[in-house]
């Protein structure tokens, strides 16, 4: 386990061990989890009697999980201090704390939370000294998202994986446990200590916009399998709670809930064959907290609200079906889904009627937390529906032991977080991960011998987890020093003519050509782009570094792989595949459907070439 002895903690100095147990009103010897993975439940006796010492604004507080702008929970800088003064009315995460006296906080690099490792840390144990120093106070439960691939919150120099889909074409549920081992541990070191992932959702749509590559697949039993694995590896040790995501299921929608209402027209018979499979897995390996998802089900209820809302969802399927008493958590109350029928003001009062345990991210904290305290007041909400909520919290607050230990250490984040057995673990899984889906005529394994020029075109979007980026020098530096003599050039997701032309001149120098294609429709410029290099007669790779549909669009191209993001790691796994140096093993955990007829299947799950094979 990670070093949780003090150190140097920034902002001032850290309270010794006999403070924090002071400051958390006596309890914490009694909740105290112990120090290994087999230790007794917390008392939940315990935890009532510190319930019932709660004031109700406290109770109110512990069921939000809030972001707040700043690297320091005392000195953020001025920018980060105005937009917090104008989203929630405090100037530092300390004032959020001490205000709203809220029971998580959720980190994310737009706001500013996640500079560098060490700054992570300190920035965590702010919080938590300025919760803990307060009238009956509480350690703070730091979320974040690190799903890896393109969902992660925390970036280089941590260790980041290949994404669900990559792990997921990689077929290894050994390689999700030690993801999940090692992504748990470092975000333990940095004092988060619930993780927003795995997704459990079974993307059976091509033209999902919201989680797509952020799946394991379109096979529920696998996805269900990755699923089981990942929560095992997170919470092995009680170092990091898992979250399941997104309940019932987000896999079959042409709408992004960010934005918009989705539909899901299963019925129950298909929901239960395909969404709920790897949910019931996730509970069977004992989840810690699982994520609703702003969408409507009418097969599962009808009444036109969204799951995040719905009774009927959480509390008959999920609490009693599923026979699941863990932490439910709503996806951000942010988002346009959940906020289309009902105001701010009723949608945390309705998803705690719901079932709901943490309610995350509101638009505004002040009108949620009023509206919450209000309800209780007016007896549309009991105080005892409170307290069913917080017991789940507190209970696993102690199971992670954040009682004992809310604390982490500088030495914690130097021994844990970016180490090189961990880098080399995650190029390891990253080499299982890449698809060859065609390979006519042998194009691939190139030779550095017959074709020791490359040129790297394609689209570059930015990075979507602190990595170096932009995809186009990420390979042709991997190629580089594989032996190539590797170029650059960035030719986006809608070249230009004038673009498309320079890429074509700049190909008839190289010996062959590298592109990279992103999300690529009918009408795109990537195809014409590819058309023109393929005119060359230069050897043309595609490298499909997101969606691995876009081989569909692109049929003349004789060699096409599927990276399935396009972070460093997947990136270099997909180099060492194009030089030969790691033998393709990735295999389609979705189907690939042919362009002009999508009822036909291109490419089945399951495919995947080996060299010699075609």
């Not at 019932?52 to 953020?76: C, D, I, N, W």
């Not at 991210?361 to 007896?379: E, M, R």
């Not at 050509?513 to 790779?541: D, F, I, K, M």
């Not at 191209?557 to 990136?571: G, I, N, Q």
């Amino acid at each position: 386990m990670p070093d949780t002895s003090t150190g140097s903690m920034g902002d001032t100095a850290t309270p010794s061990r006999r403070t924090v147990l002071a400051a958390t009103a006596g309890v914490t010897t009694a909740l105290a989890v112990g120090g290994t993975a087999h230790a007794a439940a917390p008392d939940d006796g315990k935890l009532r009697a510190l319930i019932a010492r709660m004031t109700l604004p406290e109770k109110v507080g512990q069921l939000f999980v809030m972001r707040v702008y700043g690297h320091s929970a005392t000195a953020p800088d001025q920018a980060d201090i105005d937009a917090n003064l104008k989203e929630i009315g405090v100037r530092t995460a300390a004032e959020l704390v001490a205000k709203y006296r809220v029971g998580g906080i959720i980190y994310f690099a737009w706001a500013h939370n996640t500079r560098d490792p060490h700054q992570i840390a300190d920035l965590s144990n702010g919080i938590q000294r300025a919760s803990l120093t307060q009238p009956r106070g509480l350690p703070v439960l730091v979320s974040t998202d690190q799903e890896h691939g393109i969902v992660c919150r925390v970036g280089k120099p941590a260790t980041l994986f290949p994404g669900a889909m990559a792990i997921g074409a990689g077929g290894s549920r050994t390689g999700a446990r030690t993801l999940g081992r090692i992504a748990g541990q470092e975000l333990r070191a940095l004092g988060i200590r619930q993780n927003y992932s795995p997704v459990a959702d079974v993307n059976v749509n091509p033209a999902n916009p919201v989680i797509g590559v952020r799946s394991f697949g379109a096979e529920p039993d696998a996805v269900a399998g990755m699923v089981a694995a990942e929560v095992a590896g997170y919470q092995r040790g009680r170092q990091v709670a898992a979250t399941a995501k997104h309940f019932p299921g987000h896999g079959d929608t042409a709408v992004d809930s960010h934005y918009g209402f989705p539909v899901i027209t299963h019925t129950r018979e298909q929901w239960d064959a395909l969404d709920a499979p790897p949910f019931r897995a996730a509970v069977r390996a004992g989840i810690d907290s699982i994520m609703t998802a702003h969408i409507m089900v009418p097969a599962l209820d009808d009444s036109g609200d969204p799951a995040t809302l719905s009774r009927p969802i959480l509390t008959g399927i999920l609490r009693e079906e599923l026979g699941y008493d863990g932490v439910v958590v709503t996806d951000s109350l942010g988002m346009e889904g959940v906020r289309t029928k009902y105001g701010d003001d009723r949608v945390p009062v309705l998803a705690l009627k719901a079932g709901v345990d943490q309610l995350l991210n509101p638009p505004s904290l002040d009108i949620a937390w009023n509206a919450v305290l209000k309800a209780v007041q007016n007896g549309e909400l009991t105080e005892a529906r409170l307290d069913e909520s917080i017991l789940r919290i507190l209970r696993l607050k102690a199971k992670l032991r954040l009682f004992d230990e809310p604390y982490v250490s500088q030495g914690g984040v130097e021994k844990n977080v970016g180490t090189a057995s961990h880098l080399r673990a995650a190029d390891r899984i990253a080499d299982r991960t890449t698809t060859l889906l065609v390979n006519e005529g042998a194009v691939l394994p190139l030779s550095r011998r017959t074709h020791p020029k490359v040129l790297v075109v394609g689209a570059d979007p930015a990075s979507p987890s602190g990595t170096t980026g932009p995809p186009t020098g990420v390979l042709a530096a991997a190629l580089t020093e594989l032996g190539f003599t590797a170029t650059a050039l960035s030719t986006g997701t809608a070249p230009s003519a004038a673009t498309i032309a320079r890429a074509v001149a700049a190909a008839r120098e190289a010996d062959a050509v590298v592109v990279g294609t992103y999300n690529v429709t009918a009408g795109s410029a990537q195809r014409t782009l590819v058309g023109e290099l393929l005119g060359t007669g230069r050897p043309v790779v595609a490298v499909a570094i997101r969606n691995p549909y876009d081989v569909a669009q692109l049929p003349a191209v004789p060699a096409y792989l599927a990276s399935y993001s396009w972070t460093d790691v997947e990136l270099r796994a997909a180099a060492r595949v194009i030089a030969g140096r790691v033998a393709p093993r990735g295999k389609l955990p979705v189907p690939v459907q042919r362009a002009d007829d999508p009822t036909r299947v291109l490419y089945p799950v399951g495919h995947g070439l080996s060299y010699g094979s075609s």
